[in-house]
């Protein structure tokens, strides 16, 4: 798939683990991790909104196109 998630790398840059995430936003555990490893073949925006909101961040840190693969 062209789109790319990087979900985990800023929870690296965070400091932030996959279960804090899951609790603090109420988003399930199995579908963060999914997104985490590029097992997801789709998110509702509002779940993206969320991750935004509780991340501080924008989605073009967190989803990355490349024409490439």
């Not at 790319?4 to 988003?27: F, G, P, Y």
């Amino acid at each position: 798939m062209a789109i790319q998630w990087h979900l985990d790398l800023v929870l690296e840059r965070k400091s932030i683990r996959l279960e804090e995430l899951a609790r603090s936003t109420s988003i399930d555990i199995s579908q963060l991790r999914r997104i985490s490893n590029g097992k997801s073949k789709e998110i509702k925006l509002v779940v993206l909104d969320v991750l935004c909101r509780e991340l501080v961040c924008q989605p073009r840190d967190l989803l990355e196109y490349n024409s490439s693969s």
